[in-house]
């Protein structure tokens, strides 16, 4: 695995090291499951898009295929 560095405000990263604190967990596992989550949100946002182009113009595509 290759690691990141992040510049974290210190408020930010006390946040993390209460959380990381108060749930037993490491600070770094914290912000890893973060930014997975923050990515599958981003995944399911652009598939919606291209879902919402290709249903509006699937004539189009259909004819360009042909």
């Not at 560095?5 to 604190?21: N, Q």
């Not at 898009?49 to 699937?58: F, I, N």
Request: aromatic share 0%; glycine share 6%.
């Amino acid at each position: 695995m290759q690691e990141l560095t992040l510049p974290l405000t210190p408020g930010l990263r006390d946040a993390l090291d209460d959380l990381a604190d108060a749930t037993g967990r490491s600070p770094q596992d914290i912000a890893l499951d973060a930014v997975r989550k923050r990515l599958e949100e981003e995944a399911a946002g652009v598939r919606a898009v291209a879902e919402r182009l290709a249903d509006a113009h699937a004539e189009l595509l259909r004819r360009l295929g042909e």
